[in-house]
Protein backbone atom coordinates (compact mmCIF):
# COMPACT_ATOMS: atom_id res chain seq x y z
CA UNK A 1 0.00 0.00 0.00
CA UNK A 2 2.61 2.71 1.00
CA UNK A 3 4.42 2.04 -2.49
CA UNK A 4 1.05 2.23 -4.43
CA UNK A 5 0.82 5.70 -2.16
CA UNK A 6 4.47 6.56 -3.45
CA UNK A 7 3.67 6.07 -6.92
CA UNK A 8 0.47 7.87 -6.62
CA UNK A 9 1.97 11.01 -5.33
CA UNK A 10 5.08 11.26 -7.22
CA UNK A 11 2.52 11.33 -10.65
CA UNK A 12 1.15 14.82 -9.22
CA UNK A 13 3.22 17.54 -11.41
CA UNK A 14 5.14 20.01 -9.17
CA UNK A 15 5.17 22.69 -11.60
CA UNK A 16 7.55 25.62 -12.28
CA UNK A 17 8.99 28.42 -10.15
CA UNK A 18 7.13 31.98 -10.12
CA UNK A 19 9.18 32.88 -13.37
CA UNK A 20 7.28 29.61 -15.12
CA UNK A 21 4.55 32.38 -15.95
CA UNK A 22 6.70 33.83 -18.51
CA UNK A 23 6.83 30.56 -20.67
CA UNK A 24 3.95 28.77 -22.40
CA UNK A 25 5.62 25.35 -20.92
CA UNK A 26 2.75 23.13 -20.21
CA UNK A 27 1.86 23.64 -16.67
CA UNK A 28 0.89 19.47 -16.27
CA UNK A 29 4.50 18.73 -17.38
CA UNK A 30 7.58 19.44 -15.35
CA UNK A 31 9.98 20.25 -17.82
CA UNK A 32 13.48 19.74 -17.12
CA UNK A 33 15.31 19.18 -19.87
CA UNK A 34 15.63 22.88 -21.35
CA UNK A 35 18.98 22.01 -22.96
CA UNK A 36 17.80 20.36 -25.68
CA UNK A 37 16.04 22.83 -27.83
CA UNK A 38 15.40 25.54 -24.63
CA UNK A 39 12.03 27.43 -24.57
CA UNK A 40 11.22 31.02 -25.54
CA UNK A 41 10.10 33.25 -23.12
CA UNK A 42 6.46 34.60 -23.73
CA UNK A 43 7.42 38.34 -24.90
CA UNK A 44 10.04 37.10 -26.88
CA UNK A 45 7.61 35.25 -28.98
CA UNK A 46 5.00 38.44 -29.18
CA UNK A 47 8.01 39.84 -30.56
CA UNK A 48 8.51 37.42 -33.03
CA UNK A 49 4.79 36.91 -33.98
CA UNK A 50 4.26 41.07 -34.73
CA UNK A 51 7.53 41.02 -37.10
CA UNK A 52 6.47 37.58 -38.92
CA UNK A 53 2.71 39.68 -39.46
CA UNK A 54 4.99 42.73 -40.27
CA UNK A 55 6.98 40.75 -42.59
CA UNK A 56 3.84 39.04 -44.75
CA UNK A 57 2.42 42.37 -44.76
CA UNK A 58 5.23 44.00 -46.99
CA UNK A 59 7.81 41.00 -47.95
CA UNK A 60 9.86 43.51 -50.16
CA UNK A 61 10.39 46.22 -47.56
CA UNK A 62 11.05 43.73 -44.74
CA UNK A 63 13.56 41.41 -46.26
CA UNK A 64 15.31 43.26 -48.90
CA UNK A 65 14.75 47.40 -48.82
CA UNK A 66 15.56 47.23 -44.65
CA UNK A 67 17.15 44.32 -44.33
CA UNK A 68 20.60 45.81 -42.74
CA UNK A 69 18.75 48.16 -40.73
CA UNK A 70 16.90 45.03 -38.78
CA UNK A 71 20.13 42.49 -38.72
CA UNK A 72 22.70 44.86 -37.83
CA UNK A 73 22.18 45.79 -34.60
CA UNK A 74 21.10 42.77 -33.65
CA UNK A 75 24.08 41.88 -34.88
CA UNK A 76 26.29 44.84 -32.52
CA UNK A 77 23.91 43.61 -29.63
CA UNK A 78 25.00 40.12 -29.51
CA UNK A 79 28.83 41.26 -30.22
CA UNK A 80 28.40 42.97 -26.92
CA UNK A 81 27.63 39.89 -25.05
CA UNK A 82 30.14 37.94 -26.78
CA UNK A 83 32.71 40.39 -26.35
CA UNK A 84 33.49 40.76 -30.19
CA UNK A 85 33.93 42.85 -32.43
CA UNK A 86 30.36 42.60 -34.70
CA UNK A 87 33.17 42.52 -38.10
CA UNK A 88 33.94 38.79 -37.08
CA UNK A 89 30.32 37.40 -36.41
CA UNK A 90 27.24 36.04 -38.47
CA UNK A 91 24.36 34.38 -37.79
CA UNK A 92 23.84 31.09 -38.63
CA UNK A 93 19.99 28.88 -37.59
CA UNK A 94 21.89 26.41 -35.81
CA UNK A 95 25.57 25.41 -34.28
CA UNK A 96 25.64 22.43 -36.67
CA UNK A 97 25.37 24.96 -39.75
CA UNK A 98 27.89 27.06 -38.09
CA UNK A 99 30.49 23.47 -37.66
CA UNK A 100 29.54 22.49 -41.31
CA UNK A 101 30.31 26.25 -42.83
CA UNK A 102 34.22 26.17 -40.55
CA UNK A 103 34.98 22.34 -40.58
CA UNK A 104 33.95 21.61 -44.64
CA UNK A 105 35.52 25.16 -45.63
CA UNK A 106 38.81 23.74 -44.68
CA UNK A 107 41.95 23.49 -47.13
CA UNK A 108 42.46 19.47 -46.04
CA UNK A 109 45.12 17.38 -47.71
CA UNK A 110 45.66 13.35 -47.20
CA UNK A 111 47.39 12.48 -43.94
CA UNK A 112 46.25 15.95 -42.31
CA UNK A 113 44.22 14.98 -39.09
CA UNK A 114 41.25 16.45 -37.19
CA UNK A 115 41.33 15.86 -33.47
CA UNK A 116 38.08 15.60 -31.72
CA UNK A 117 36.95 14.03 -28.25
CA UNK A 118 35.20 10.69 -27.21
CA UNK A 119 32.39 14.09 -25.65
CA UNK A 120 31.65 15.73 -29.08
CA UNK A 121 28.18 15.94 -30.20
CA UNK A 122 27.28 13.31 -33.01
CA UNK A 123 26.05 15.87 -35.63
CA UNK A 124 29.32 17.84 -35.53
CA UNK A 125 31.35 14.49 -35.33
CA UNK A 126 29.87 13.54 -38.62
CA UNK A 127 30.96 16.80 -39.81
CA UNK A 128 34.65 15.88 -39.19
CA UNK A 129 33.93 12.29 -40.93
CA UNK A 130 32.65 13.77 -43.86
CA UNK A 131 35.55 16.38 -44.10
CA UNK A 132 37.95 14.21 -43.25
CA UNK A 133 36.41 11.31 -46.43
CA UNK A 134 36.38 14.00 -49.16
CA UNK A 135 40.45 15.25 -48.44
CA UNK A 136 41.52 12.07 -47.07
CA UNK A 137 42.83 13.08 -43.86
CA UNK A 138 42.54 11.58 -40.87
CA UNK A 139 40.29 11.66 -37.91
CA UNK A 140 41.48 11.55 -34.25
CA UNK A 141 39.83 10.74 -31.28
CA UNK A 142 41.26 11.66 -27.81
CA UNK A 143 39.33 9.07 -25.13
CA UNK A 144 37.82 11.60 -22.30
CA UNK A 145 37.16 9.60 -18.99
CA UNK A 146 33.75 10.09 -18.01
CA UNK A 147 32.77 9.76 -14.69
CA UNK A 148 36.07 12.37 -14.84
CA UNK A 149 37.94 13.60 -11.67
CA UNK A 150 39.39 16.47 -12.96
CA UNK A 151 39.87 18.93 -16.12
CA UNK A 152 43.15 18.26 -16.38
CA UNK A 153 42.44 15.13 -17.80
CA UNK A 154 40.75 16.54 -21.00
CA UNK A 155 43.90 18.65 -21.70
CA UNK A 156 46.13 15.62 -20.71
CA UNK A 157 44.23 13.54 -23.41
CA UNK A 158 43.88 15.97 -25.68
CA UNK A 159 47.97 16.99 -26.04
CA UNK A 160 48.71 13.12 -26.03
CA UNK A 161 47.18 12.91 -29.55
CA UNK A 162 48.81 15.83 -31.32
CA UNK A 163 51.01 15.57 -33.90
CA UNK A 164 52.95 17.48 -36.65
CA UNK A 165 49.95 16.66 -38.80
CA UNK A 166 47.42 18.17 -36.73
CA UNK A 167 45.42 20.29 -38.63
CA UNK A 168 42.59 21.44 -36.25
CA UNK A 169 41.18 20.51 -32.88
CA UNK A 170 37.53 20.64 -32.24
CA UNK A 171 36.52 20.89 -28.84
CA UNK A 172 32.79 21.18 -27.20
CA UNK A 173 32.51 24.50 -24.71
CA UNK A 174 29.79 22.57 -23.13
CA UNK A 175 29.52 18.59 -23.55
CA UNK A 176 26.10 17.26 -24.72
CA UNK A 177 25.26 14.04 -23.17
CA UNK A 178 27.70 14.63 -20.04
CA UNK A 179 26.80 18.07 -19.22
CA UNK A 180 30.25 19.23 -18.54
CA UNK A 181 32.30 22.58 -18.98
CA UNK A 182 35.66 21.83 -20.66
CA UNK A 183 38.92 23.89 -19.83
CA UNK A 184 38.64 25.23 -23.33
CA UNK A 185 41.12 28.70 -22.30
CA UNK A 186 43.95 25.84 -21.10
CA UNK A 187 43.23 24.11 -23.93
CA UNK A 188 43.21 26.43 -26.83
CA UNK A 189 46.42 28.24 -24.97
CA UNK A 190 47.96 24.54 -25.27
CA UNK A 191 47.18 23.71 -28.37
CA UNK A 192 48.53 27.02 -30.02
CA UNK A 193 51.68 26.79 -28.40
CA UNK A 194 52.00 23.03 -30.30
CA UNK A 195 51.04 24.97 -33.80
CA UNK A 196 46.82 24.07 -33.57
CA UNK A 197 44.37 25.76 -34.03
CA UNK A 198 40.79 25.01 -32.28
CA UNK A 199 37.50 25.08 -33.52
CA UNK A 200 34.86 25.87 -30.45
CA UNK A 201 31.64 24.20 -29.91
CA UNK A 202 29.65 26.49 -27.87
CA UNK A 203 25.58 24.68 -28.38
CA UNK A 204 25.15 25.40 -24.73
CA UNK A 205 27.86 27.95 -23.86
CA UNK A 206 26.32 31.46 -24.76
CA UNK A 207 23.57 32.18 -21.23
CA UNK A 208 25.27 29.59 -19.39
CA UNK A 209 28.96 30.79 -19.09
CA UNK A 210 30.23 33.84 -18.82
CA UNK A 211 31.68 33.97 -22.33
CA UNK A 212 34.33 36.57 -23.93
CA UNK A 213 35.65 35.03 -27.43
CA UNK A 214 37.93 37.65 -28.22
CA UNK A 215 40.07 36.62 -24.96
CA UNK A 216 39.49 33.15 -25.67
CA UNK A 217 40.65 33.93 -29.43
CA UNK A 218 39.86 30.75 -30.94
CA UNK A 219 40.51 29.92 -34.68
CA UNK A 220 36.35 30.02 -34.72
CA UNK A 221 33.45 29.50 -32.00
CA UNK A 222 29.86 28.50 -32.35
CA UNK A 223 26.94 29.06 -30.70
CA UNK A 224 23.04 28.56 -30.09
CA UNK A 225 20.72 31.52 -28.78
CA UNK A 226 17.81 28.90 -28.78
CA UNK A 227 19.36 27.26 -25.63
CA UNK A 228 20.18 29.60 -22.61
CA UNK A 229 19.44 32.93 -23.87
CA UNK A 230 16.51 31.61 -24.82
CA UNK A 231 15.72 33.17 -28.94
CA UNK A 232 13.63 31.60 -31.22
CA UNK A 233 14.26 28.41 -32.74
CA UNK A 234 16.71 29.08 -35.53
CA UNK A 235 19.11 31.75 -34.00
CA UNK A 236 22.68 30.62 -33.37
CA UNK A 237 25.93 32.66 -34.59
CA UNK A 238 29.65 31.92 -36.04
CA UNK A 239 32.62 33.96 -35.08
CA UNK A 240 36.11 33.69 -37.48
CA UNK A 241 38.73 35.24 -36.38
CA UNK A 242 40.08 37.16 -39.15
CA UNK A 243 42.85 35.47 -40.18
CA UNK A 244 40.93 32.58 -41.13
CA UNK A 245 37.70 34.24 -42.65
CA UNK A 246 38.94 34.32 -46.62
CA UNK A 247 37.60 30.81 -47.16
CA UNK A 248 34.82 30.32 -45.09
CA UNK A 249 32.00 29.78 -46.91
CA UNK A 250 28.23 29.69 -46.03
CA UNK A 251 26.57 26.05 -46.09
CA UNK A 252 24.21 27.61 -48.52
CA UNK A 253 26.89 29.95 -51.05
CA UNK A 254 24.35 32.90 -52.54
CA UNK A 255 24.41 36.44 -53.74
CA UNK A 256 26.81 37.56 -51.09
CA UNK A 257 30.16 36.00 -52.89
CA UNK A 258 29.86 39.04 -55.36
CA UNK A 259 27.88 41.70 -54.38
CA UNK A 260 29.23 43.51 -51.66
CA UNK A 261 27.69 46.00 -49.37
CA UNK A 262 29.29 49.15 -48.15
CA UNK A 263 29.78 48.71 -44.44
CA UNK A 264 30.12 44.90 -44.14
CA UNK A 265 32.79 42.74 -44.30
CA UNK A 266 32.98 39.99 -47.28
CA UNK A 267 33.08 37.33 -44.59
CA UNK A 268 29.17 39.07 -43.57
CA UNK A 269 28.46 39.53 -47.07
CA UNK A 270 28.61 35.86 -47.62
CA UNK A 271 26.44 35.32 -44.40
CA UNK A 272 23.67 37.67 -44.19
CA UNK A 273 21.54 36.47 -47.11
CA UNK A 274 21.59 32.80 -48.21
CA UNK A 275 18.19 33.50 -49.77
CA UNK A 276 14.58 33.28 -48.73
CA UNK A 277 14.09 32.48 -45.23
CA UNK A 278 12.28 33.26 -41.96
CA UNK A 279 15.08 35.93 -40.25
CA UNK A 280 12.36 36.36 -37.40
CA UNK A 281 14.15 34.27 -35.04
CA UNK A 282 18.10 36.61 -35.64
CA UNK A 283 15.56 39.88 -34.82
CA UNK A 284 14.82 38.52 -31.52
CA UNK A 285 18.04 38.14 -30.51
CA UNK A 286 18.46 41.66 -28.88
CA UNK A 287 15.14 40.95 -26.77
CA UNK A 288 16.11 37.67 -25.50
CA UNK A 289 19.21 39.22 -24.06
CA UNK A 290 17.38 42.11 -23.07
CA UNK A 291 14.70 40.02 -21.13
CA UNK A 292 16.63 37.35 -20.21
CA UNK A 293 19.12 39.51 -18.94
CA UNK A 294 16.37 41.66 -16.70
CA UNK A 295 14.67 38.87 -14.87
CA UNK A 296 16.91 38.47 -12.02
CA UNK A 297 18.64 41.40 -9.95
CA UNK A 298 22.15 41.38 -11.01
CA UNK A 299 21.09 40.68 -14.76
CA UNK A 300 23.53 37.87 -16.31
CA UNK A 301 25.60 36.87 -13.88
CA UNK A 302 23.05 36.20 -11.57
CA UNK A 303 20.80 34.52 -14.27
CA UNK A 304 23.90 32.10 -14.63
CA UNK A 305 24.55 31.91 -10.96
CA UNK A 306 21.28 31.05 -10.04
CA UNK A 307 20.93 28.57 -12.64
CA UNK A 308 24.26 26.73 -11.86
CA UNK A 309 23.19 26.77 -8.37
CA UNK A 310 19.97 24.73 -8.89
CA UNK A 311 21.75 21.90 -11.00
CA UNK A 312 24.12 21.52 -8.51
CA UNK A 313 21.76 21.41 -5.72
CA UNK A 314 19.55 18.91 -7.62
CA UNK A 315 22.09 16.82 -8.74
CA UNK A 316 23.23 16.41 -5.16
CA UNK A 317 19.59 15.36 -4.28
CA UNK A 318 19.17 13.29 -6.93
CA UNK A 319 22.13 11.53 -6.43
CA UNK A 320 21.20 11.32 -2.28
CA UNK A 321 17.84 9.66 -3.30
CA UNK A 322 19.18 7.29 -5.59
CA UNK A 323 22.26 6.48 -3.79
CA UNK A 324 24.41 7.09 -6.77
CA UNK A 325 28.06 8.44 -6.98
CA UNK A 326 28.43 11.96 -8.85
CA UNK A 327 30.39 11.40 -12.03
CA UNK A 328 32.18 14.79 -12.39
CA UNK A 329 33.09 17.73 -9.43
CA UNK A 330 30.60 20.39 -9.05
CA UNK A 331 33.14 23.19 -10.19
CA UNK A 332 32.58 21.69 -14.19
CA UNK A 333 28.86 22.11 -14.09
CA UNK A 334 27.09 24.63 -15.62
CA UNK A 335 23.31 24.76 -15.97
CA UNK A 336 22.95 20.73 -17.03
CA UNK A 337 24.40 17.96 -15.07
CA UNK A 338 24.46 14.11 -16.33
CA UNK A 339 23.80 11.58 -13.18
CA UNK A 340 24.28 7.71 -13.57
CA UNK A 341 21.07 5.32 -13.54
CA UNK A 342 21.04 3.30 -10.06
CA UNK A 343 22.17 -0.37 -10.86
CA UNK A 344 19.06 -1.86 -10.76
CA UNK A 345 18.69 -0.05 -14.41
CA UNK A 346 21.80 -0.46 -15.85
CA UNK A 347 20.64 -4.07 -16.54
CA UNK A 348 17.94 -3.30 -19.27
CA UNK A 349 18.89 -3.57 -22.31
CA UNK A 350 18.84 -0.71 -24.91
CA UNK A 351 15.06 -0.32 -26.22
CA UNK A 352 13.83 2.74 -28.22
CA UNK A 353 10.58 4.00 -28.94
CA UNK A 354 10.64 6.21 -31.62
CA UNK A 355 13.75 8.45 -31.08
CA UNK A 356 13.45 8.10 -27.17
CA UNK A 357 14.73 5.51 -25.11
CA UNK A 358 11.53 3.34 -23.90
CA UNK A 359 12.36 4.57 -20.50
CA UNK A 360 12.44 8.49 -21.18
CA UNK A 361 8.91 7.84 -23.30
CA UNK A 362 7.56 5.99 -20.20
CA UNK A 363 8.77 8.79 -17.42
CA UNK A 364 6.79 11.13 -19.65
CA UNK A 365 3.50 9.25 -20.61
CA UNK A 366 3.74 8.37 -16.72
CA UNK A 367 4.17 10.68 -14.74
CA UNK A 368 4.66 13.88 -17.12
CA UNK A 369 8.11 14.12 -16.52
CA UNK A 370 10.30 15.72 -19.97
CA UNK A 371 14.24 14.50 -19.24
CA UNK A 372 16.40 12.90 -21.46
CA UNK A 373 18.33 9.27 -21.05
CA UNK A 374 21.42 8.07 -22.77
CA UNK A 375 23.90 5.25 -22.68
CA UNK A 376 27.51 5.79 -23.54
CA UNK A 377 30.82 4.97 -22.62
CA UNK A 378 33.11 1.53 -22.33
CA UNK A 379 31.21 -0.49 -20.97
CA UNK A 380 27.99 1.41 -21.53
CA UNK A 381 25.88 3.12 -18.70
CA UNK A 382 22.54 4.21 -18.77
CA UNK A 383 22.75 8.12 -17.36
CA UNK A 384 19.59 10.86 -17.19
CA UNK A 385 20.54 14.61 -17.93
CA UNK A 386 19.08 17.36 -15.90
CA UNK A 387 18.29 21.00 -17.00
CA UNK A 388 18.10 24.17 -15.00
CA UNK A 389 16.60 27.37 -16.30
CA UNK A 390 14.91 29.92 -14.12
CA UNK A 391 11.52 28.58 -14.72
CA UNK A 392 12.29 25.59 -13.08
CA UNK A 393 12.21 25.03 -9.24
CA UNK A 394 14.37 22.10 -6.84
CA UNK A 395 10.85 20.30 -5.79
CA UNK A 396 10.72 19.31 -9.44
CA UNK A 397 13.90 17.25 -9.02
CA UNK A 398 12.84 15.90 -5.89
CA UNK A 399 9.85 14.39 -7.19
CA UNK A 400 11.99 12.81 -10.30
CA UNK A 401 14.01 10.94 -7.90
CA UNK A 402 10.74 9.48 -6.00
CA UNK A 403 9.65 8.92 -9.59
CA UNK A 404 13.40 6.64 -10.56
CA UNK A 405 13.37 5.39 -7.48
CA UNK A 406 9.99 3.94 -7.88
CA UNK A 407 10.89 2.41 -11.09
CA UNK A 408 13.94 1.09 -10.04
CA UNK A 409 12.91 -1.29 -7.40
CA UNK A 410 14.78 0.82 -4.26
Known amino acids: ?43 VLDLQQRLRLEMEAEPVQFLWRHWEERLDPERNQL ?6 SPADLVFVQNATAGVNAFVRSLDLSPGDELLTTSLDYNACRNVLVEA ?37 AFI ?42 SQL ?10 KWVCAPKGAAFLWVRGDFQ ?11 NNRPRPGHTPFQDRFDWAGTQDPTPWFCVGEALRFMGSLLPGGWDTLRDTNHAL ?20 SMLGSLATIPLPDSLQAEPPRFEGKLDAM ?51
Open 311 to 330: AVAARRALCDHLGVVPPCPE
Open 79 to 84: AGFLSV
Open 246 to 256: DGVQPPVVSHG
Open 132 to 168: ARRSGALMVVAEIPFPIQSPDQILEALLRKVTPRTRL
Open 1 to 43: MQANHTIEASNKVTGGSVHARHWRLRPDVDFLNHGSFGACPIP
Open 217 to 226: NPAAYTGNLH
Open 172 to 213: DHVTSDTGIILPVGRIITALRERGVETMVDGAHAPGMVDLNI
Open 360 to 410: QARLYDTSRIEVPFMRFGTPPRRYFRISAQVHNRIEQYQRLGVVLKVLSGC
